[in-house]
T-cell receptor
């Protein structure tokens, strides 16, 4: 079974440009999460989808970040325009059961974003 | 908002020494999970604890969930160089997994 896949694995963009990160969760997983880890800091929650609906987007830093999950399958996270402080690793994760707390969350390998 | 703190932030040990990281939440958790992230890698699930006072063991790793379900610990006995990485606790409250600040472990041979 394929794990959570993310694309691109690495991206270097200039300040002011736009970047779109994509996540394909494990097939059949209703829950999809985005997390971010900036250099040396903790892994911070960004948002949570249940199927195509945003369950919780309280961790989104500002309106330069836009997440979508079309048809409840893959998800995209767009940063527009990118700022230097957006640099970090963006992790996507998925878990299988809708509405249940405490399920194992499976992480992708991350999209490493560098804004210069 | 909910916070999950871990101490220490860094720990350097000699191979064969023991290591412990502690995790404290500002709110009561429904469960706690532990993850390991190797340098340059992604978080990998280690274990989940659900019950108050629960203790689980995985070979040299011992995990404990506090009675009040607000704190947890991970203890590694006789560390090996393969234990190098950052260990994160992550607590679930209000259906959201909040990660701790992480403890980076370095093991010298």
């Amino acid at each position: 079974e394929a794990g959570v896949t993310q694309f691109p694995s690495h991206s270097v963009i200039e300040k002011g440009q736009t970047v779109t990160l994509r996540c394909d969760p494990i097939s059949g997983h209703d829950n999809l999460y985005w997390y971010r880890r900036v250099m040396g800091k903790e892994i911070k929650f960004l948002l949570h989808f249940v199927k195509e609906s945003k369950q919780d987007e309280s961790g989104m830093p500002n309106n330069r970040f836009l997440a979508e999950r079309t048809g409840g399958t893959y998800s995209t996270l767009k940063v527009q325009p990118a700022e230097l402080e957006d640099s970090g690793v963006y992790f996507c994760a998925s878990s299988p059961f809708r509405g249940r707390t405490g399920n194992t969350i499976y992480f992708g390998e991350g999209s490493w974003l560098t804004v210069v | 908002g909910q916070q999950v703190m871990q101490i220490p932030q860094y720990q350097h040990v000699q191979e064969g020494e023991d290591f412990t990281t502690y995790c404290n939440s500002s709110t009561t958790l429904s469960n706690i999970q532990w993850y390991k992230q190797r340098p340059g890698g992604h978080p990998v699930f280690l274990i989940q604890l659900v019950k108050s006072g629960e203790v689980k063991k995985q070979k040299r790793l011992t995990f404990q969930f506090g009675e009040a379900k607000k704190n947890s610990s991970l203890h590694i006995t006789a560390t090996q160089t393969t234990d190098v990485g950052t260990y994160f606790c992550a607590g679930t409250a209000t259906n959201k997994l909040i990660f701790g600040t992480g403890t980076r472990l370095q093991v010298f041979p």
